[in-house]
């Protein structure tokens, strides 16, 4: 069937079976590899993307279900450079960055929190990160970097 959606702010239209994960055609239609496949039942948060928002196991969402919506992938995140934005240089600044599985879907949970709440506590970027496994770091620099990050975007808007 035919699905149409927007994909880091372009129109997309995909010709898929209709049982087609949303990860399935993010990765092998339209190459976007950034989404990484953990273990395909919504446990680890590796598949995490935006979804008009939201964060979201795109292993477990059918690409019908997508259509007319917006996605935000890892590829979508970037600093108008093009180079890493504020979080991402955080977590590179913090070591919150081992093997990497686990990261794209780490950066968009962290974007999804910081855009519903710019003042978190250690707690609530705990139970943000909750449902993205990492099994490298320990966590513990994941959520410095997270609340860096949150802090300096407070200090920018005060400062203009
Ligand atoms: S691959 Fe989707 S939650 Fe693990
Ligand atoms: S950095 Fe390896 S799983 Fe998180």
């Given at each position: 069937?035919?699905?149409e959606f927007t994909v880091n702010g372009a129109?997309?239209?995909v010709e898929v079976p209709a049982n087609a994960t949303l990860l399935s055609v993010l990765r092998d239609v339209l190459g976007l590899t950034g989404t990484k496949e953990g273990c395909?039942?919504?446990?680890?948060?590796?598949?995490?993307?935006?979804l008009d928002g939201h964060l979201v196991n795109s292993c477990l969402i059918l690409a019908p279900q997508a259509g007319g919506r917006q996605i935000v992938t890892i590829e979508g995140v970037r600093?108008?450079?093009g180079g890493p934005n504020d979080l991402q240089q955080?977590?590179?600044?913090?070591?919150?960055?081992?093997?990497g599985y686990c990261i794209p879907g780490m950066i968009l949970a962290g974007e999804a929190l910081l855009a519903?709440?710019?003042?978190?506590?250690?707690?609530?970027?705990?139970?943000?990160?909750?449902?993205n496994l990492c099994r490298c770091t320990g966590y513990q620099q994941i959520v410095d970097a997270i609340q860096a990050t949150a802090l300096r975007r407070r200090e920018k808007s005060k400062h203009g």
């Open positions: 069937m035919k699905i129109p997309v239209s395909g039942i919504g446990e680890c948060g590796a598949c995490s993307v935006l600093a108008a450079d955080a977590f590179i600044d913090y070591g919150a960055v081992q093997c519903a709440n710019p003042r978190p506590s250690r707690g609530d970027i705990r139970e943000a990160i909750a449902g």
